[in-house]
């Protein structure tokens, strides 16, 4: 079943992706995507034909996904810290407030996109809100990250209703 992800931006334009519903519960979805173009996430290289595993939860200050290469080994994971996070129907949408943590496939942490944080805060188009959720995710993320991403992938195993 095709699910739409609508990344709504601060800095930029909205972004809609067509995915495929992997497994969804009463508030929350896990989406796959398979980038048709390679791209580079913290200096590590998702060529053409990676694939995203994405878990969204309504009302969740992140939005994490699962990384692989083509070949299915792991890279990484993603975690967009977003407020507004719904999940619909047959549709997702969340705002991203900029600020990324990668989780690459040894357990490096990078935090991602502080240029993009600052950007915004000196245009106004972040709240003082924001700015708290962006800090308490960071710490949650980067303290927890873990034990999220076995939450997600427990929920997509064995807990939830598969499409």
């Known amino acids: 079943m095709l699910f739409c992800e609508l990344k709504r931006h601060l800095n930029k334009p ?3 992706y067509m995915c495929d519903l992997v497994a969804r519960g009463a508030d ?3 989406l796959s995507y398979v980038s048709n173009r390679a791209w580079e996430v913290a200096d590590t290289l998702l060529p053409a034909g990676s694939q995203t595993l994405a878990f969204y939860q309504t009302g969740v200050g992140r939005v994490l996904w699962r990384m692989c290469a083509p070949s299915g080994d792991l890279k990484g994971h993603l975690f967009h810290v977003c407020r507004d996070v719904r999940v619909k129907e047959n549709r997702v949408d969340y705002l991203d407030l900029l600020l990324d943590i990668w989780i690459d496939s040894d357990g490096g942490v990078a935090v991602l996109d502080r240029e993009e944080v600052d950007a915004c805060l000196k245009a106004g188009k972040l709240s003082e809100a924001d700015l708290q959720t962006l ?5 949650r993320i980067v303290a927890h990250w873990p034990e999220l991403v076995r939450e997600m992938e427990g929920r997509i195993c064995g807990r939830g209703t598969t499409a």
């Open 28 to 30: 929350w979805v896990a």
């Open 135 to 139: 800090a308490a995710e960071e710490k």
């Open 14 to 16: 909205d972004e809609e």
